[in-house]
């Protein structure tokens, strides 16, 4: 079902209408975008045009994506305005986020200051209308005229020109919101986002700020996620590269991902008061390189060199741990000893490469040692397993999760290798509308460092494009929790 533009007056239509667009001019009045309303049915509807800010804050020229509809019916959500919002933006357009209020006449003065106290940023004639539509629905306003420069002032034409000028900019936008927009399903993978480690490392640095005030210092990301970062940051947290950052003798967490001894050592040595969040998982391969090297044994440590984990891990036993990417690279690597090897595993690597890795290394070496269970967690395996189902099932899957985070681009990769599209996003602000084109059926999870509220509201979002009907797909349930140190217990 094509999504269709919906514009008032003909300048509008005629700024909107390009290849590939279907554009409806309705005509002005609130009448008359009801007539169209009934007319379209259950099709995506995205009605654009210009309109009057009640709030200086929005200059002419400025897009307005409305989240609410504010008219006779009381307040509309719009659940797809974040998508939009974002796709305009980096088209480099200046877009504010916030609800358009409707009116039966053009509005002035006191009345726009009212509309403004109760939180709207714009005001037309027709939105509202539209509120009641059974199909998907978005709001763009391109703003002509503010409360310090009103309509019926000279500059009206010239700000007029402005807003059509927006709005022709953004027509390639608003035609991949059509595209996008229409019936379908969400299949939420299950398990997804947070796992017990990540739970306590995040748990650890609240508890310490609660009990010792801020600010309390963080080697590191206490996880690998932006959002829980700044959320932290915002409490208190202060997050260093290095503890030669962290003031002498300060309380200082070490992040999930677990440090060498060096660095252990170098916060004795500043008398930081340390408080250990090491994911007790990643605590298990740091003992098994140390048995492992205490031996003799050479110590293939499987996983990205580059990662803060496999640094940290290396840091146990320098000399004896060679790092091991790919399968490559298994069938190249040379021990001391081939008859005084072990392996030990990155947590966060995607089950079906390790093991790749690993049966390299065991058919090289017959005589290696392995550690006595799994080194990849039990989180990292079940969300590879929740991804592998949905993908089998989805036509595009989406990943909630920060470009640094290992198990979240594993997720990713597990996805494409089932021959599924699949992104990696950080929310739903880098959702590109072009993805959802043709993807009915979109799945999607979070790695472990990702928060459930942004899975929450990127469902919210596909659900506002028609993606109404949201399905869990569970491999598993969770109930692992780790306990806390004592500094913080």
Request: hydrophobic share 45%; proline share 6%; with cysteine.
């Amino acid at each position: 079902m094509t999504g269709v533009v919906c514009a008032p007056m003909r300048l509008e239509a005629a700024a909107l209408r390009g290849p590939g667009m279907r554009v409806l001019h309705t005509g002005m009045g609130p009448r008359r975008a009801a007539e169209s309303a009934a007319r379209l049915g259950e099709a995506p509807v995205l009605v654009a045009g210009v309109a009057g800010a009640v709030t200086d804050r929005v200059r002419p020229g400025d897009l307005v994506v409305a989240t609410e509809l504010d008219g006779p019916r009381g307040r509309v959500p719009v659940p797809s305005a974040p998508l939009l919002a974002a796709a305009l933006r980096r088209h480099g357009l200046t877009v504010h986020t916030g609800p358009i209020a409707s009116s039966d006449v053009i509005v002035e003065g006191a009345e726009r200051v009212r509309l403004a106290d109760g939180g709207a940023l714009a005001v037309d004639m027709e939105s509202s209308a539209f509120a009641a539509a059974p199909g998907p629905l978005a709001v763009v306003r391109s703003i002509v005229d503010t409360p310090g420069h009103p309509l019926w002032r000279p500059g009206t034409v010239l700000r007029g020109i402005s807003g059509l000028r927006s709005l022709r900019t953004a027509a390639g936008v608003l035609r991949e919101w059509c595209e996008a927009a229409g019936p379908g399903e969400i299949l939420l993978a299950s398990p997804r986002s947070f796992c017990a480690g990540v739970d306590r490392a995040i748990e650890i640095v609240e508890r310490a700020l609660e009990r010792y005030g801020a600010p309390v210092y963080v080697r590191r990301q206490i996880v690998h996620n932006v959002h829980v970062v700044r959320r932290l940051e915002k409490l208190g947290a202060v997050f260093v590269q290095e503890v030669d950052e962290v003031p002498a003798g300060a309380r200082t967490v070490l992040a999930a991902h677990g440090v060498a001894p060096s660095v252990r050592a170098a916060a004795a040595d500043r008398g930081l008061q340390v408080i250990d969040a090491t994911c007790p998982l990643v605590t298990k391969v740091h003992n098994e390189v140390r048995r492992y090297s205490a031996r003799g044994d050479t110590v293939f440590l499987i996983g990205h060199a580059d990662h803060e984990e496999v640094e940290g891990t290396l840091g146990e036993a320098p000399e004896h741990v060679v790092v091991v990417e790919d399968a490559a690279a298994a069938a190249q690597v040379r021990p001391r000893d081939p008859d005084r090897v072990a392996y030990a595993m990155q947590t966060t690597l995607a089950v079906d490469e390790a093991e790749e890795i690993a049966g390299v290394l065991r058919e090289r070496f017959p005589a290696m040692s392995a550690p006595r269970r799994d080194d990849i967690c039990y989180a990292t395996t079940n969300r590879q397993r929740a991804v592998r189902a949905v993908a089998d099932e989805a036509d595009l899957v989406l990943v909630v999760g920060s470009a640094n985070s290992s198990n979240s681009k594993r997720l990713v990769e597990v996805a494409q290798r089932r021959g599924t599209p699949a992104h990696l996003i950080d929310d739903v602000s880098e959702v590109d509308l072009r993805w959802l084109a043709g993807a009915r059926r979109v799945g999607i999870t979070a790695g472990a460092s990702a928060p459930p509220h942004l899975v929450d509201e990127l469902t919210r979002c596909l659900t506002g494009l028609g993606r109404r009907f949201v399905r869990e797909s569970q491999v598993a349930d969770e109930d692992v929790v780790f306990t806390l140190p004592r500094e913080v217990g």
